[in-house]
């Protein structure tokens, strides 16, 4: 329960800004902005959706900041009244939804800051995913770190050792004999690096991005969807509450998340699938499921981020923009020094001169009398 998540972490005092008002738009309002989404998602070379907690509320899952959300009660010593278990939770219409665009190929990434196992729990490719701030159906090796689904939620919070051992092998064939941790962070925590790495380059290269069910408040997520910015890409925000980043935004649709994909999966002549048990790997008892981002996926993105992104100029520090200065000086004063004259030559220039301009008046004075003379 994301209750029991929440009361899990270590204390924190700067949870963001909580209860905003939430907002509503018409029904044609929505209607019409679902069908600009559609078009722009059908135009687009590479989409990537941000997804939040909003979007798992359908399934019984509260959120965090909004009226009703954990810490905005926590703030006034309450509790939801709806909350669902994470083992008994399913993917809502959205996450159903974003499966089946990310299998057709309408959607490339999706960057995720939920835990809820929620978009594991649709069967996507852990290739289309980064899950920033861990799943609690996962658990990593602390030697190989080899990620493994797992078939319960964990009930450990911080990346602590579960007491279970690895099940993967080393490259020799023997097994690894690593200790198991869950994968959930704690405030303050650093991000898990290939995750963050997928994210970055693949918001980089979107020229399309699509947040969802988030005020975007936290960072660095809540700042990777600006990044198609840079390009000249579009952002899209879909959220009731007023978020970080609206300003930046092409469209804002103020809606419920799985009202809106209703809409944009009919524009787009798509039906919505069905959650499928078979197809859930946290229910593939018997089976032992790798969730590790492989290297090659890693290799991929940068690809796309070094072909499609636009790469800020690099902002020259005081100290170079100092040594800049002092080798203009240093250019500057050779430059003059080569141009300075001897006084010695300047001299004797001179005086070549003056004996230059007497035999020219001098020859000049033998003219003019042989010319009068001529003239007599």
Known sequence: MSCNYAEGLSPY????????????????????????LADW???SRHVVVHTGAG?????????????????????QGLKPQINISFNDATPTKTHMALKKLADIGYIHYIVSQNIDGLHLKTGICRELIAELHGNMFVEKCNTCEKQFVRNSATTSVGQRLLGTMCRGYRLNGRPCRGKLQDTILDWEDNLP???LNMADYHSHAADLSICLGSTLQIVPSGNLPVATKKSGGRLVIVNLQPTKQDKKADLLINSFVDDVFVQVMKHLQLEIPEYSYENDPTKKIND??????HPVYVKDAKKL????????????????VLIKNEKKKQNDSS????????EKSASENVEELKECTA?????AEQVISQASAECI
């Open 55 to 75: 979007i798992s509320t359908a399934a019984g899952i509260p959120d965090f900041r909004s009226p009703k959300g954990v810490w905005t009660l926590e703030k």
């Open 335 to 342: 430059e003059f020094n080569s141009y300075k004259i001897d």
């Open 13 to 36: 005092e700067n949870k963001g800004v909580l209860g905003v008002a939430e907002r509503f738009e018409s029904h044609e309002v929505v209607e019409e902005k679902c069908r600009t």
């Open 288 to 293: 032992v499921i790798e969730w590790t981002i």
């Open 193 to 195: 690096e290939l995750d």
């Open 305 to 320: 981020y070094d072909t499609f992104s636009k790469k800020p100029k690099k902002r020259k520090s005081d100290e170079d």
């Open 41 to 43: 998602i059908l135009q």
């Open 359 to 363: 035999n020219i008046s001098e020859n």
